[in-house]
C-alpha cells in the first residue's frame, strides 16, 4: 500500500507527457518557454481570475507577494503554527516578525475570533505594525475566508492565501485561487497537483500586484531582462515542470473526484477526521485523524507499522516550538490547540487510487 501513489497517475499520461517532453528537447526553451505561458493560461481559467503567475515553488509564491508589498522589519504578520515551516519561514526571511494564532480544533484552520484577538493586541502594543494575514488552508480545506476578508478590510491588512494544499478546492463555487488578495499554491509533487520537482503558482485578479510579482520572479525585471527595477529573486518555472502539470491538468478533476470518493468511504467508519464544513470543498491532499491523547496516538502508529500501513505525522511540532523559531520567545503552552494536535494527528493514506479493499484493511487495523 502507498501513503500516495504516483506510479499509477504517471502511467495515464507517460506517453503524451514524453510528447511534450521530446517537443521540450526540440526547441530547447527549458526555463519559461511556451509551455510555462500556456500552463499560466490555463491556471488562470481553471481558478476562475485574471492572473495565474507561475514561479519555482510553494515558499517563493508566498514570499512574492510579501516582497511586491514591502513587508520588512518591524511588519507583523498573522498567520498560523499548525503549518509546514515555510508559511512562517518567509515572514522571517524578509525580517518581519510571524505574530501566530491558534487554530479550530475542528477544520485545524486559523480561528477567526482569535485572529482579531491578536491583531487588536499587536496594535495596542505598538511595537510592531499590523500588515497581513497569510491563512493556511491545511490538508486541503479553505480558511474562512469571508471572515478573514472582512477582519482584512476592518484593519486594512493585506492576504494571501496560502493554498499550496487546497488547489482544486472550494467554497460553493468559489475556489482555491480566488480568495483574499493573492493565493499561492505548490506544485511540490506530494500536492494535489504536483510536478516533478519543484513548483508553484500564484493567483490574483489584481493587474498592478501581478505585473509587480511577475517582475520580482525575475530578479525584478520586466522589459529588459538585464536591467532590474525592483529587488527580485530567481522565482520561475521551467518549461519541463509545466509540461507535467498541464497533462496532470487533462485528468486533475477525475482525480479530485476520485480523492472524494475515498474520503467520503473513510468516513463511513470513522468520525474523528479533520471537519469539512458545510458547502466547502477540499482538496483532500492529506486524510487525517485525531486519536484521544497522544498515548493513543503513538499507539495507532504503531499498529500500522505493524501491519504495514504508511501513514505520516502532518506536523509533529507546531512552528512556535522549532528551534529556529525560539527567538520569537513563544513558550509551551501559547497555542494549546496546535500542541494538543500535533500529540494527537496522524495522517493516513489518500490519493485517488487508493481501492476501498485497501481502505477497508485501514479501518480493520485500526478498529482491531
Ligand atoms: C502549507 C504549505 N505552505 C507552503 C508550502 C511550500 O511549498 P513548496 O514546498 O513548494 O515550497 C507547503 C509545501 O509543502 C505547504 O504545505
Given at each position: 500500500m502507498e501513503f500516495l501513489d504516483l506510479k499509477t497517475q504517471q502511467k495515464r499520461i507517460r506517453k503524451p507527457l514524453e510528447k511534450r517532453l521530446n517537443?521540450?528537447?526540440?526547441?530547447?526553451?527549458?526555463?519559461?518557454?511556451?509551455?510555462?505561458?500556456?500552463?499560466?493560461?490555463?491556471?488562470?481559467?481553471?481558478?476562475?481570475?485574471?492572473?495565474?503567475?507561475?514561479?519555482?515553488?510553494?515558499?517563493?509564491?508566498?514570499?512574492?507577494?510579501?516582497?511586491?508589498?514591502?513587508?520588512?522589519?518591524?511588519?507583523?504578520?498573522?498567520?498560523?503554527?499548525?503549518?509546514?515551516?515555510?508559511?512562517?519561514?518567509?515572514i522571517a526571511l524578509l525580517g518581519a516578525t510571524p505574530v501566530f494564532v491558534d487554530v479550530y480544533d475542528s477544520t485545524f484552520n486559523i480561528d477567526c475570533e482569535k485572529l482579531e484577538i491578536a491583531i487588536q493586541e499587536t496594535i495596542k502594543n505598538g511595537e510592531l505594525k499590523p500588515k497581513a494575514i497569510i491563512p493556511v488552508d491545511l490538508f486541503g480545506v479553505p480558511a474562512r475566508y469571508r471572515l478573514i476578508e472582512s477582519i482584512a478590510k476592518k484593519y486594512n491588512l493585506k492576504v494571501i492565501e496560502d493554498g499550496a494544499q487546497s488547489f482544486g478546492a472550494s467554497i460553493g463555487e468559489k475556489k482555491?485561487?480566488?480568495?483574499?488578495?493573492?493565493?499561492?499554491?505548490?506544485?511540490?509533487?506530494?500536492?494535489?497537483?504536483?510536478?516533478?520537482?519543484?513548483?508553484?503558482?500564484?493567483?490574483?485578479?489584481?493587474?498592478?500586484?501581478?505585473?509587480?510579482?511577475?517582475?520580482?520572479?525575475?530578479?525584478?525585471?520586466?522589459?529588459?531582462?538585464?536591467?532590474?527595477?525592483?529587488?527580485?529573486?530567481?522565482?520561475?518555472?521551467?518549461?519541463?515542470?509545466?509540461?507535467?502539470?498541464?497533462?496532470?491538468?487533462?485528468?486533475?478533476?477525475?482525480?479530485?473526484?476520485?480523492?472524494?470518493?475515498?474520503?467520503?468511504?473513510?468516513?463511513?467508519?470513522?468520525?474523528?477526521?479533520?471537519?469539512?464544513?458545510?458547502?466547502?470543498?477540499?482538496?483532500?491532499?492529506?486524510?487525517?485523524?485525531?486519536?484521544?491523547?497522544?498515548?493513543?496516538?503513538?499507539?495507532?502508529?504503531?499498529?500500522?507499522?505493524?501491519?504495514?500501513?504508511?501513514?505520516?505525522?502532518?506536523y509533529k511540532y507546531p512552528i512556535h516550538l522549532m528551534k529556529g523559531f525560539h527567538y520569537l520567545g513563544y513558550k509551551n503552552g501559547d497555542f494549546p490547540i496546535s500542541e494538543n494536535l500535533s500529540q494527537t494527528i496522524v495522517s493516513l493514506p489518500m490519493h485517488p487510487y487508493l481501492s476501498e479493499i485497501e481502505i477497508d484493511s485501514i479501518i480493520n487495523t485500526i478498529k482491531k
Amino acid at each position: 500500500m502507498e501513503f500516495l501513489d504516483l506510479k499509477t497517475q504517471q502511467k495515464r499520461i507517460r506517453k503524451p507527457l514524453e510528447k511534450r517532453l521530446n517537443t521540450i528537447l526540440d526547441h530547447g526553451a527549458y526555463i519559461m518557454g511556451p509551455e510555462v505561458h500556456e500552463l499560466e493560461e490555463k491556471l488562470a481559467e481553471y481558478c476562475g481570475v485574471k492572473h495565474a503567475i507561475s514561479c519555482s515553488s510553494g515558499t517563493d509564491a508566498l514570499l512574492i507577494p510579501l516582497m511586491a508589498w514591502g513587508i520588512g522589519p518591524g511588519d507583523a504578520v498573522f498567520t498560523t503554527p499548525f503549518t509546514y515551516v515555510a508559511t512562517a519561514e518567509v515572514i522571517a526571511l524578509l525580517g518581519a516578525t510571524p505574530v501566530f494564532v491558534d487554530v479550530y480544533d475542528s477544520t485545524f484552520n486559523i480561528d477567526c475570533e482569535k485572529l482579531e484577538i491578536a491583531i487588536q493586541e499587536t496594535i495596542k502594543n505598538g511595537e510592531l505594525k499590523p500588515k497581513a494575514i497569510i491563512p493556511v488552508d491545511l490538508f486541503g480545506v479553505p480558511a474562512r475566508y469571508r471572515l478573514i476578508e472582512s477582519i482584512a478590510k476592518k484593519y486594512n491588512l493585506k492576504v494571501i492565501e496560502d493554498g499550496a494544499q487546497s488547489f482544486g478546492a472550494s467554497i460553493g463555487e468559489k475556489k482555491v485561487g480566488t480568495f483574499g488578495d493573492i493565493a499561492a499554491t505548490s506544485f511540490y509533487p506530494a500536492k494535489p497537483l504536483g510536478c516533478y520537482g519543484d513548483g508553484g503558482a500564484m493567483f490574483t485578479n489584481d493587474d498592478n500586484l501581478a505585473e509587480q510579482c511577475k517582475a520580482i520572479r525575475i530578479h525584478g525585471t520586466s522589459s529588459d531582462k538585464y536591467n532590474s527595477e525592483v529587488i527580485g529573486l530567481n522565482g520561475r518555472l521551467d518549461s519541463m515542470q509545466a509540461a507535467v502539470l498541464l497533462e496532470k491538468l487533462t485528468i486533475f478533476d477525475e482525480e479530485l473526484e476520485m480523492r472524494n470518493k475515498v474520503n467520503d468511504y473513510y468516513r463511513q467508519f470513522l468520525n474523528n477526521a479533520q471537519y469539512i464544513p458545510n458547502n466547502y470543498h477540499s482538496a483532500h491532499a492529506l486524510f487525517s485523524i485525531t486519536l484521544g491523547s497522544h498515548k493513543k496516538r503513538e499507539e495507532l502508529v504503531e499498529k500500522l507499522k505493524k501491519n504495514n500501513i504508511p501513514n505520516v505525522i502532518y506536523y509533529k511540532y507546531p512552528i512556535h516550538l522549532m528551534k529556529g523559531f525560539h527567538y520569537l520567545g513563544y513558550k509551551n503552552g501559547d497555542f494549546p490547540i496546535s500542541e494538543n494536535l500535533s500529540q494527537t494527528i496522524v495522517s493516513l493514506p489518500m490519493h485517488p487510487y487508493l481501492s476501498e479493499i485497501e481502505i477497508d484493511s485501514i479501518i480493520n487495523t485500526i478498529k482491531k
